[in-house]
């Protein structure tokens, strides 16, 4: 009897010694595999793995596979087991790192530059988003200015024409402030730059828009008459709009803008074809004819429209012979040219409110009578609009200057609103909605599709890579509950 339970006591233990046996080789090839998978993944261990022959001695091998167990969580009674099995094995694995210290000097010359490199990574990557936030909040302030300067010349305007009623010569009266254009660009060099100049030096470097030679007498009235004309006629045909409609309305209207230069362009400049600006030309077409609809199409409504898209319209006509025959301008090559166009609008075209004032078109008593005080709050938001516009392109990114522009239909919207000038009718309310996205749509890039589709692919990508590493996180948390469990399936030998 006691044999029987001697011998049964033995198979047990000997079946149980084997039990844990293998429980230790599969937990050293576990524990190598991760430690592999993570020298390679970090790149940065040089350690190299020697494998121990039968019989050999291994220098603090119990050390080093008592460190191994330990992240294991095995318990001080499975441990002596495995070591047994671990020197009397066929093909023992050794996991001491050899070369070590000879290699520390190497690995330690080579973090230093990557360090380095990475630290100068981060600092340009700082200087990047402080640049891009500076931009932001420059572009911020620009497009409240631009929508606030271009609001209140509307509105000067209308208050203006409550008593003085003279569109030509507050046209000529506010193109006249765009001499000090240059005067201005000129005092903020001398604020910023470091390496100051002349003015005259400073004056020939920003006439050099109109050629090699600079500005010549030729050049002065070969260049710059036909812009004065469009410059003028389409400001002109602005305030005789305002007369008309509402602020609100003219200022929709006026959006219509960027449609025609799109259709200019594709005509004359053979610009690339894109559908979606086409889109925005006809919905700009649909706002104009819903905006003449909203009042039934009475008459001085239909000349008020007339008026309004006449000056979108030399607008677009302005900018597409801007690009055809001087191209691209700088800051201060635009001031130049923005005060030349005064400069003529001085010289050439004074004697037109002259005639009309003769001629008792545009009449008043006396220059004391003239509402100086509106007139000059006009000029000068209108000249601060232009300057606006042309420095916002340099602190910031064009298209919000675009975005400043539309929102003045708002703008004029909520003051209208308050002096309870307009009632908003449904017809006139979805005219300035649809002429105002196509406005929007105009400012989208050339490459808008090729954008949204690398924008949606890399979307689908990232949530692929977060569904894969929640997977393996789940995956990885079951593992661990089952070994911290004890549910590991093994065979039985």
Known sequence: MSLGLALKFKVCLFRTMIKMSLVAELLLDLFHKSASGRQLAAGTSRSSVTRCK???????????????????????????????????????????????????????????????????????????????????????????????????????VKITYKNFYCPFFMTWFSTNWNIMFFPVYYSGHLATAQEKQSPMKKFRECSRIFGEDGLTLKLFLKRTAPFSILWTLTNYLYLLALKKLTATDVSALFCCNKAFVFLLSWIVLKDRFMGVRIVA??????????????????????????????????????????????????????AHFVSTLGFFNLIFISFTPVILYFTKVEHWSSFAALPWGYLCGMAGLWLTFNILVNVGVVLTYPILISIGTVLSVPGNAAVDLLKQEVIFSVVRLAATIVICLGFLLMLLPEEWDEITLRFINSLKEKKNEEHVDDITDSSAHLRSRSRANGTVSIPLA
């Open 54 to 156: 039968p019989g050999a001695n291994c220098p603090s091998s119990h050390s080093g596979i008592s460190r191994q167990l330990s992240p294991l969580s095995v318990t001080e009674d499975s441990s002596a087991p495995i070591l047994e099995l671990q020197n009397r094995g066929s093909s023992g694995v050794c996991g001491h790192r050899v070369e070590r210290q000879n290699r520390s000097g190497d690995d330690g010359t080579q973090t230093h530059p990557e360090n380095g490199s990475q630290e100068n990574r981060i600092k340009a990557r700082c200087r990047s988003c402080t640049s891009v936030v500076l931009k932001a909040v420059w572009g911020l302030l620009i497009i409240l200015s631009v929508s606030s300067s271009w609001v209140g010349t509307t509105q000067i």
């Open 281 to 334: 030309a006809i919905m700009a077409i649909t706002g104009i004819v819903m905006m003449a609809y909203a009042d039934n199409f009475h008459t001085d409504s239909i000349v008020g429209v007339a008026f309004a898209v006449g000056s979108a319209s030399t607008s677009a006509l302005y900018k597409v012979l801007f690009k055809m025959f001087l191209g691209s301008a700088n800051f201060g090559e635009a």
